[in-house]
């Protein structure tokens, strides 16, 4: 698929020239498990961050817990700076639906009250079941009914494309 | 039986949905309540310490025997996932006017709850309520006679985990009243389940169970020789009542003998942890300068204890609505 490089690439500059437009002095990034913080952590290193990078789980978070019970696999997010006033970066690796993003966002309100939250994603999917749009995005795509995304990594990034059987 | 506690205990899938019995339940399983445990200690150190998971549900806690510490973080766990709870004083409650505890629970669900959280004087009420009076209503374990204590062990495990990080080449040693301990017959189990290399009982012969092979333990009569190369000590708090059935000769003897202090805790592994349930009698099982010293956890339990509880109430509640759902096709089972 597209090159990683020119996709976080393009995401930086678009990220400065929003920076800039909105007068954001410096931004904190956290990046949600696990694409999310891979990506996170290259546009860090990019935009010449120094704030280390945060890591959201949002496993309490989500809406369909009583659909789907628990998450198996779970770890304690981790924020390394206060966020209340905070300008914040938020990232993650895939946007359909932007349910990942609200429960993320119900979250980082928990750890005190940012002063604003910029959103960027790698893929943006389309399908949207919520009013969530990414200030910054690498890509727009769209899937077939059995295809899914995934983000590899982190050294190298790589996305790849499945087919997935009918469920 | 462990295979009975198994079933009762999990869903088709493996899942949680009451947490009766430590027995039965595999390592698998158990680490993933200390890491989903690990996720709730971050929780309980932000600025809001309570996330959504139980929103719209309604958790009862049901003491049929008196408790502070175990109640109280039940109470404080369910509020900090978000469910509504009731705290239901049993004494003054229908039961006292002759209502069956079947009849109890049954307008108890009637009232629309999702979870019991269950202590009783009868070992085994806990499993037969999940199994023949609400088993759609997930069922948590607060402690049933001398059976177990699992959400107790748990909130142990952890502790050690915090400290140790591994368990394999442990050796615990637990001290006390073993026969009457439900805490204890737990903890043997949870720490033998997740593969440490030796629980040793240490106790007059009158205070240890019959079977303390059958259960995975090494059993010492002398302080001095169990604790030699323990990593960690739990004590157990001395049922001041037991004096009475003439197991022990008398408050002072049994301190000399078994109590932990300074000297005693000398023949464990430097750096030792010193372990308690609670709640503590002070120069009757445990010597105030152990208890308050730097080898002590036992304050770090309690803060544990509501991560632990927090854990098993969000995983059974988890596996009770699915469970629900591929009986029904909806959320919620009809009365």
């Known amino acids: 698929m ?56 949002i496993t309490f978070y989500r809406d369909d817990f009583s659909r789907i019970g628990l998450h198996p696999r779970i770890s304690p997010s981790r924020l390394p700076y206060e966020t209340e006033g905070q300008n914040l970066l938020l990232v993650d690796d895939v946007i359909m639906s932007g349910r990942t993003i609200r429960a993320a966002m119900n979250e980082l309100f928990d750890y005190g009250r940012p002063e604003s939250i910029t959103l960027a994603t790698l893929v ?20 077939g009914a059995c295809q899914r995304i995934k983000l590899q990594g982190p050294e190298p990034l790589e996305l790849t494309v499945e087919e997935v059987p009918d469920a | 039986m462990p295979d009975n506690s198994r079933r009762l205990q999990l869903t088709a899938d493996g899942e949680l949905r009451h947490f009766l019995a430590i027995e039965g339940l595999d390592k698998p ?7 989903t ?9 932000r600025t809001i310490k309570k996330v959504p998971l139980l929103r719209g549900r309604t958790l009862v806690n049901l003491f049929f025997e008196p408790s502070t510490r175990t109640r109280s973080t039940f109470e404080l766990a369910a509020k900090r996932l978000s469910a509504d709870v009731l705290n239901l004083d049993i004494g003054t409650s229908a039961t006292s006017k002759g209502e069956s505890l079947s009849d109890t629970l049954l307008n108890l669900r009637a009232m629309a709850s999702d979870m019991f959280v269950i202590r009783h004087s009868q070992s085994g009420a806990p499993h037969f309520i999940a199994q023949s009076v609400t088993p759609d209503v997930a069922i948590i374990n607060a402690g049933d006679g001398r059976h177990e204590h699992p959400t107790q062990a748990m909130l142990d495990v952890l502790t050690i985990r915090q400290h140790m990080t591994t368990f394999s080449g442990l050796r615990v040693a637990i001290v006390g009243d073993i026969q009457h301990s439900r805490v204890a017959r737990s903890q043997i189990r949870a720490l033998n389940a997740l593969g440490v290399d030796e629980v040793r009982l240490i106790a007059p012969d009158t205070l240890l169970p019959h079977d303390p092979e059958a259960l995975g333990a090494r059993v010492f009569h002398r302080m001095e020789e169990g604790l030699r190369n323990v990593d960690v000590i739990i004590m157990l708090r001395l049922q001041r009542e037991r004096m009475e059935g003439a197991l022990l000769p008398s408050e002072s003897e049994f301190y000399r003998m078994y109590g932990l202090n300074r000297e005693k805790l000398a023949y464990a592994n430097p750096g030792a942890l010193v372990m308690h349930p609670g709640p503590i009698n002070r120069g009757v099982e445990i010597e105030s300068a152990v208890a308050d010293g730097p080898q002590s956890v036992i304050l ?18 988890g596996g009770q609505l699915n469970e629900r759902q591929s009986a029904t096709g909806e959320g919620v089972a009809s009365p």
């Open chain 2, 29 to 35: 399983l158990l680490t993933r309540i200390l890491d």
């Open chain 2, 37 to 45: 445990a690990d996720s709730f200690i971050e929780v309980g150190e």
């Open chain 2, 300 to 317: 770090g339990q309690v803060t544990n204890g509501i991560a632990v509880r927090m854990a098993v109430m969000s995983m059974a509640m």
């Open chain 1, 2 to 57: 597209q090159d990683i490089e020119q996709l976080l690439n393009r995401m930086t500059d678009d990220l400065r020239a929003h920076i800039s437009a909105q007068g954001l002095s410096s931004l904190c990034p956290v990046g949600i498990r696990t694409g999310g913080v891979w990506v996170a952590q290259a546009l860090r290193r990019r935009l010449g961050i120094e704030t280390e990078c945060g890591e959201l789980d």
């Open chain 1, 124 to 143: 943006d999917l389309g399908r949207r079941e919520l009013p969530i749009q990414p200030d910054v995005t690498g890509i727009h795509r769209s899937l």
